[in-house]
């Protein structure tokens, strides 16, 4: 293809642009950098548009169902509400505090077979404790104790699981904050519908 003394050669899926026969790398360079940039930008700027027309989605969709109008704005502004006392109620760490967190896995190694006044001399009183029918109790501690690595943010929560008296698991959750993978793991199974 010739335009106007540029002449456009596709090799092996690279795009070179020609200028009077001389292959212009960074002509290509400042393409692709241009394109990276804007996808960039897009990726960027949809975060606030998503709030926005989830906001539009649940006002229309609650219309639909109530159809009063004052209603469902009150609906948004409790729900907008209760995400700020949600961000609001995110305990804010200084960065000694931070460095003070344990890794998650030797937290683990560390807490199975304690007893119970040993967990609670170590970490203190839990902020919540359950018994179920099977003798096991559980300890629920939602201050910040634990991180995966350092530089993560701590966990939501960390239950204990007592049995007799010592402890036979700890759980975690993780913060909102903790990147998901997009592929499987090597146990997981695809679900095949029946």
């Known amino acids: 293809m010739t ?9 092996d899926s690279i795009l070179l ?3 009077e026969g001389v292959f212009s790398m960074k ?11 804007s ?3 897009i990726g960027f700027c949809s975060t606030g548009q998503k709030k926005v027309q989830v906001d539009e989605t649940f006002l ?14 009150a609906l948004v502004k409790k729900s907008e509400d209760r995400e700020k006392e949600n961000e609001a109620k995110k305990v804010k760490l200084t960065e000694e ?21 040993g967990v609670i001399t170590s970490i203190g009183e ?3 404790r359950t018994q179920d029918g099977s003798g096991q109790e559980f300890f629920f501690y939602r201050k910040p104790l634990t991180r995966y690595s350092p530089e993560h943010d701590p966990d939501k929560e960390i239950v204990i699981v007592f049995r007799r008296e010592f402890v036979t698991r700890v759980l975690h959750t993780p913060p909102d904050s903790t990147p998901k ?14």
């Open 97 to 117: 505090q931070m460095a003070g967190l344990e890794i998650r896995d030797n937290f683990k190694d560390k807490m199975m077979g304690k007893s119970k006044l």
């Open 17 to 19: 642009v020609e200028d």
């Open 181 to 194: 993978s997009s592929l499987p793991f090597l146990g997981d199974k695809p679900k095949v519908k029946k």
């Open 27 to 37: 002509a290509n360079f400042l393409i692709l950098l241009l394109v990276g940039i």
């Open 126 to 128: 839990p902020d919540e």
């Open 3 to 11: 335009y106007e003394g540029f002449s456009i050669v596709c090799l």
């Open 60 to 73: 229309k969709d609650c219309m639909e169902t109530i159809k009063e109008k004052e209603k469902c704005e």
């Open 39 to 41: 996808l960039l930008q």
